[in-house]
């Protein structure tokens, strides 16, 4: 009785132990290989700068983490059940009549919370330095500055013009994806010192090739209408595929805002399929991650048989390389539209379970045979 109830509290610290030293471990790997290839990046547009490249390194670590949280739970997951067979503890749990599930429901509910306080917690900050990561590197390295802003004042843009070095802040409160052109939209015209110039208020506003087309434009100087017209072109040297790109991108906002910034995309004419996929993966996460430890469950028959480690912990990889692999082709099914965020977000996890628990139930079957 004693062994029953210890045995998979014991399991799950041993889980835990493993799950950060592989966090370690692949954190110590990922920012090293950052490192190198953004000094590389940075030696290339400006003089070598190893300050500016551990930031950038540093600032990108925890996003990376979170992308890849799923196998550095397997190979924890496997690590624990291969030094389980190791010292024979499973043959003992066996013997103690410890079946597979009872030594999993401690470790699936403790991914559970790890994953839960992740999304919850973790996630936020993680969000924040991505963010600042984007920031940095399109400023340092390739010398952009973001270009659209998302509020509940609608959407804003800033465009440059090159030939007098001047630019213009564009506030539109609506962006009709049928006809594809903004509505109800302000240009802030600035001089180079910053100085308000000219203000131009246009009922529409069309994106060509090298110039913005203005319809039913009021112009104002000095804070006082001094001319309408019915058409204006302004060049521009934005295009549409900028404007996509520099879209706030939904691993830089936190899990507590995504359902306010979809509402106010939405509001403004965007269908923000990306955040609303985001925000479903999100909350899908826990148990994703805990599918990771179903997983692995199986293989820990083959352990106590003593078979080719290698070969065990190889397929176990594989096994979870497919699995990510498959979620990050869902993902960008449901983030381009071709099917439903929920559906995006939830089928990965929810096979994973059912086929994990299907091989549990199947090597349980043939040990009985």
């Known amino acids: 009785m004693r062994v029953n109830n210890l045995l998979p509290i014991y399991f799950s610290k041993n889980l835990f132990k493993n799950l950060i030293f592989c966090l370690f471990a692949a954190g110590f790997f990922i920012f090293i290989i950052d490192l190198i290839e953004l000094s590389r990046r940075i030696t290339k547009t400006n003089d070598s700068d190893l300050l500016l490249a551990i930031e950038l390194a540093i600032l990108k670590l925890p996003g990376m983490i979170l992308e890849i949280l799923p196998f550095i739970i397997l190979f924890a997951s496997l690590s624990t059940f291969f030094y389980f067979a190791k010292r024979s503890e499973l043959i003992v749990a066996r013997a103690s009549g410890i079946s597979i599930w009872h030594l999993l429901i401690p470790g699936v509910s403790l991914i559970l919370i790890i994953g839960f306080l992740t999304t919850i917690l973790i996630q936020p900050l993680v969000a924040i330095s991505t963010y600042k990561f ?170 106590i048989r003593s078979e080719s480690v290698n070969n065990l912990i190889l397929a176990g990889v594989i096994s979870g390389l497919i699995l990510y692999t498959f979620s990050n082709v869902i993902y960008a099914f449901g983030a381009s539209g071709n099917i439903g965020p929920i559906l995006s977000a939830w089928s990965p996890p929810i096979l994973a379970i059912l086929l994990g628990i299907s091989a549990i139930i199947y090597k349980i079957g043939r040990a009985h045979v």
């Open 134 to 303: 984007k920031e940095l590197e399109a400023k340092s390295i390739r010398g952009q500055t973001s270009l659209i802003t998302i509020t509940e004042n609608g959407l804003w843009l800033k465009d440059t013009d090159l030939d007098n070095n001047s630019y213009r802040i564009i506030n539109s409160l609506g962006f009709d994806r049928n006809e594809n052109y903004l509505e109800n939209v302000i240009f802030f015209n600035h001089s180079e010192s910053g100085q308000l110039i000219s203000r131009y208020d246009a009922d529409k506003v069309f994106l060509k090739t090298n110039y913005w087309k203005l319809e039913n434009i009021w112009i104002y100087k000095n804070f006082e209408k001094v001319e309408f017209l019915e058409n204006k072109e302004i060049s521009t040297n934005l295009t549409a595929e900028q404007i996509q790109e520099n879209f706030a991108p939904p691993e830089t906002i936190s899990f507590w805002n995504l359902p306010e910034f979809i509402k106010i995309a939405q509001n403004a004419g965007f269908a923000a399929t990306k955040h609303k996929t985001e925000f479903q993966s999100l909350l899908a996460l826990p148990f994703f991650l805990s599918s990771m430890l179903i997983i692995a469950a199986p293989f820990s028959d083959r352990f």
